[in-house]
């Protein structure tokens, strides 16, 4: 069914391309809000990839990259909107605005806290590989890296994770 939704589409089919997005889109939109932070700009976003996915569709090589190859699309839209704005995404007037004391915010607020500390490649291989269950094969294949890079990034970035915890838990 699914090859056969990329083949219209593929031909032009403007339903069939609907068809085709509408499975994917809740998995988009999550990632596209984890990197952009709000509704409205991850709205945007997957907008944004409908519109580029459909012109693109030609390109697609095979049924069984789609969910990747989408994926690559949100993350670069997603980069292309944080540029726009002049930043990434950063957590902390969040927290300097908060009344809440430091030690109250939940685990997930401490984890977003720390998760700024990443470079942008190691977000990537993280969201990838743990928020959305990708394998470290399937990851490296939606950045377009090696699968060794993929893991050096991965065990780089989880290194720089388990510092920053362990550091907030001290302060």
Known sequence: MLEKLIKHAQGGDAEAFAQLFSQFEVDLYKMAYVYVGNEADALDVVQEVAYRSFKYIHSLQGSTYI????????????????????????????????????????????????????????????????????????????????????????????????????QEVQE
């Open 67 to 166: 969910k990747t190859w989408l994926m690559r699309i949100t993350i670069n839209c997603a980069t292309d909107v944080l540029t726009k704005r002049g930043h990434i995404l950063s957590y902390e007037n969040d927290f300097e605005e908060s009344e809440e004391p430091y030690g109250e915010l939940s685990d997930k607020w401490v984890l977003e806290d720390v998760m700024t500390k990443l470079t942008k490649e190691e977000k990537d291989v993280i969201l990838l590989r743990f928020y959305h269950d990708y394998t470290l094969q399937q990851t490296a294949t939606i950045l377009q890296l090696r699968l060794g890079t993929t893991k050096t990034i991965l065990y780089r970035a989880l290194r720089k994770l388990r510092q920053a915890l362990e």
